[in-house]
């Protein structure tokens, strides 16, 4: 038994010093660096806790924190239902289904610069798509400078947003509801079951993991947005768009400031570690229940 489990440690020692090298290594350093004045170029200054005051008595911060929360519930709000129904019936055996799936499943092949630079042409007011036709129809009093709106602008980003990753969410719920037994809606059914309560007390209850594991990536996934928005509106108009990750690149390599960039990464690592344990923690995830529960 010894010798196994020595076998087994040579046996993890490569990932695990990747794991140090590439994940833990970097993100110590970037908690070091938040603590410093530093410009990249000259010597830092050690500064302890300043940058972390700064950004808590820096209304434009405090702004991006609140976009950045506001982001992730409405992604959540947003993706969270469409991605379980659609899930739901691409699971089924509805005629043409493949078809639509296929077709559905596009913008996962296309990489964020790509999405952001085709939805900014749409979008243009001058000679977007959307707008031409609008004016076209006779409805030109809808045609807007959908991304140069404060009132729009987000709106308009997290739609794009959802529009590409729904997609993904959709076949972890359709794997998801592919494997309920079907006995259990053949019972039901037999019991005078409607499809809404089949839904309630079946079909929700069996994807709870599909939909933590959803949660937890849209949630966390919604800290990281950078490249669509940075193409599509800079931040603007004014600090409309301004998310805590644009704010980080903007102070760390804009402005030249290593050492606060590096504390908003740390803030934006220390708010997605909180989302994942909440969730998990409040979600029961973390025993593993069957999800076959009540098959037999």
């Known amino acids: 038994m010894h010798t196994r489990n020595r076998s087994g440690f040579w046996y993890l020692l490569p990932a695990a010093a990747l794991f140090v ?34 950004f808590f008595r820096d209304p434009v911060a405090l702004h991006s924190l609140t976009l950045t929360i506001y982001v992730m519930l409405l992604s959540w709000v947003v ?41 900014s042409s749409i979008l243009n007011p001058n000679f977007g798509l959307l707008d031409n036709l609008l ?16 009132r729009l602008a987000l709106p308009v980003l ?8 729904i997609p993904f969410h959709t076949l972890l719920y359709q794997a998801g509801a592919q494997q309920i037994p079907a006995s259990l809606y053949e019972a039901a059914h037999l019991d005078g079951a409607s499809p809404g309560q089949r839904f309630l007390h079946i079909t ?8 933590v594991t959803s949660s937890v990536l ?4 919604s800290l990281t947005f950078f490249d669509l928005i940075y193409i599509l509106t800079g931040g603007g108009p004014g ?14 390599f804009q402005s030249q400031n290593l050492g606060y960039g ?12 909180a989302l994942t344990l909440v969730t998990l923690r409040f979600s029961g995830f973390r025993r593993m229940e069957s999800q076959a529960e009540g098959a037999a």
């Open 135 to 150: 004016n076209a129809v006779g409805l030109s009093s809808l045609a807007l400078d959908w991304l140069g709106s404060t």
């Open 79 to 119: 993706q969270t239902p469409l991605s379980m129904a659609l899930g739901i019936y691409l699971a089924g055996k509805q005629k043409h289904r493949q078809v639509i799936a296929v077709g559905y499943f596009l913008p996962l092949l296309f990489s964020s610069v790509a999405i952001a630079l085709v939805w």
């Open 239 to 252: 600090h409309a768009t301004q998310v805590l990750t644009l704010m980080m690149y903007q102070k760390a």
């Open 218 to 221: 849209i949630l966390s996934g």
């Open 21 to 54: 090298l590439f994940a833990i290594g970097p993100m110590a350093y970037g908690i070091y660096v938040s603590f410093l004045k530093w410009n990249g170029l000259t010597a830092p200054l050690w500064v302890g806790l300043a940058n972390w005051a700064r």
């Open 158 to 165: 997290i739609a794009i947003v959802s529009w590409q990753y």
């Open 262 to 273: 590096s504390m908003i990464g740390v803030l934006l690592a220390l708010i997605g570690l």
């Open 204 to 211: 929700l209850p069996q994807l709870r993991y599909t939909l």
